[in-house]
């Protein structure tokens, strides 16, 4: 899960690197095709100039037990006086985080990611959490949601804080939702500094098994 900004919170473009965990090359941003993808533990990166898919070992992932908020950014929410929503401006978001930033003047999410991602919007499987001053859309991240997993794909913020404060809403949304797993994929330092973990790539798996099978609602 990378992130896209204009000031300090943004991780650096050695951060936005691919990791190891380069399993395919190749193959389409189908829908049908990426639900199967993300079932397997896989996701796409890049599709420029062919889709390249990724398992990285380890993963990141944020733990949706112990993660804590930082205290700077409990306090801005609480100062700040942002609203939050789900799914009221997907493709906006979508869009947000495709934004060119400092240090990264190009974005893997292209068109054909963000015409995939939004019919999987459209089947109830990909959301968007938004954060918003006034009527203004200043912060969001979006994924997808199969059972009680939730792979996080990008983030995005226009007043600092408010990535991290669309994180710990949805953290507490999936906990009260039944979720277990929160995917943030390749691991960066960025993700360990607000509070992301490793796991090896075999733990991952099996805990996605489990979230799989679960009944959990977004």
Known sequence: ?????????????????P????????????????????RAGMFPWSSDPVITWWSPDPRAIFNLESYRPHRGTLKRIRSAGWRFAVDERFTEVMRACAEPAPGRPETW???DFIASYTELHRRGIAHSVEVYEGE?????????????YFGGESMFHRRTDASKAALAYLVERLKAHGFVLLDAQAPNPHLMRIGAVEIPRAEYLARLRVALSLQARF
């Open 1 to 17: 899960m990378d992130e896209t900004g204009d000031d300090p919170e943004k991780p650096g473009e050695e951060d936005a690197q």
């Open 19 to 38: 990791p190891p965990g380069l399993v395919a090359v190749g193959g389409t941003l189908d829908p049908d095709f990426l639900i199967q993808a993300y």
């Open 109 to 111: 999410i292209s068109e």
């Open 136 to 148: 203004h859309l200043i912060g969001g991240l979006y994924g997808v949601a199969f059972g009680g």
